[in-house]
């Protein structure tokens, strides 16, 4: 997976998560952490198609508030 990812990151100019499983939320998550540890700064987006990454969006929102993350 962390091969495919780096392609991604190499051959992309943004990334956007579709609706999915857990690689899509491990691939979504990695690329956040690499925006804060500066190994890139490109464009992150989900595309939320009926509502289906609303808890996930609610649960990001509430650990900034929480601070956990920033």
Do not use: C, Y
Request: without cysteine.
């Amino acid at each position: 997976m962390h091969e495919r990812l780096l392609k991604i990151m190499e051959f992309g100019d943004a990334f956007i998560a579709l609706p999915g499983g857990f690689g899509t939320l491990e691939e979504l998550f990695q690329i956040i952490s690499w925006v804060q540890l500066n190994i890139h700064q490109k464009p992150i987006g989900v595309l939320n198609v009926n509502g289906f990454f609303d808890g996930l969006l609610s649960f990001l929102d509430h650990a900034v508030e929480q601070k956990f993350i920033t």
